[in-house]
């Protein structure tokens, strides 16, 4: 059997573009199972945690939370890439969609209200401006 390639936090850093202290913090919360450690205790990542860490940085990206991607590991953990799995993925894929359309509504609402002000101000500025010239 060929020697599976490990690699140093260092490394695993720099392919993922994560801080060593993520890294750690996102194993001490269960999201990297079974990272090995050499002889000295360092740890070293194979090729699956690194495809681990780039799978949380997708869901962190899409708006999960650490602790909703803990549920979906912990599901994979005992199920593996089930329909259970898929299915609580989109579940909750759908109600992030939803928040994120509420909120893209209410920035729409904020923007129009600062225009407004903002069109208030300048006729104030205009009205100053033309007393002072009077």
Not at 19 to 42: H, K
Not at 81 to 86: E, I, P, V
Request: hydrophobic fraction near 35%.
């Amino acid at each position: 059997m060929p020697e599976v390639e490990r690699h140093g936090i260092r490394e695993v850093c720099r392919q993922t573009g994560l801080s060593a202290r993520t890294v750690r913090y996102w194993e001490e919360l269960g999201l990297l199972p079974g990272v090995r450690r050499r002889e000295a205790g360092r740890r070293v990542y194979g090729e699956d945690e690194l495809q681990r860490l780039g799978f949380i940085q997708r869901l962190k990206a899409l708006g999960l939370s650490l602790a909703e991607i803990g549920e979906l590991n912990a599901v994979y953990g005992i199920e593996g890439s089930t329909a259970a799995m898929l299915l609580r993925l989109d579940e909750l894929l759908g109600r992030h969609l939803g928040e994120l359309g509420a909120r893209i509504e209410e920035l729409g609402t904020l923007r129009d209200q600062i225009q407004k002000y903002r069109d208030h101000v300048g006729e104030r500025i205009d009205a100053l401006a033309q007393s002072d010239e009077g």
